[in-house]
């Protein structure tokens, strides 16, 4: 079964947020990708980082460098529930 996968675009990011620091408390578990990188840096808590058919745990003080088309979403750890906050950088 095939993968719905969004792809967000410079444009996208540029119309409606502007070129910012985007700051999240909520997952993104929509399966998606990017034409641009992204630097993720982990705030608060941790959550759930799911790429290319991995996880990884992703904890306080954590950068992830994401790579244009890498196929990724990010959830909450049901397991260990906590309030996260992180920092995206398009």
């Given at each position: 079964m095939e993968k719905n996968i969004t792809t967000?675009?410079?444009?996208?990011i540029r119309s409606?947020?502007?070129i910012s620091i985007l700051a999240h408390t909520e997952p993104y578990t929509v399966v998606h990708n990017h034409t641009y990188y992204e630097i993720h840096i982990?705030?608060?808590g941790t959550i759930l980082h799911f790429f290319n058919n991995n996880v990884e745990v992703l904890?306080?003080?954590d950068i992830v460098l994401i790579s244009p088309q890498l196929t990724h979403s990010l959830n909450v750890d049901k397991s260990a529930p906590q309030d996260?906050?992180?920092i995206n950088l398009p």
């Open positions: 967000l675009s410079d444009f996208h409606k947020y502007g982990q705030k608060k904890k306080k003080g996260f906050e992180y």
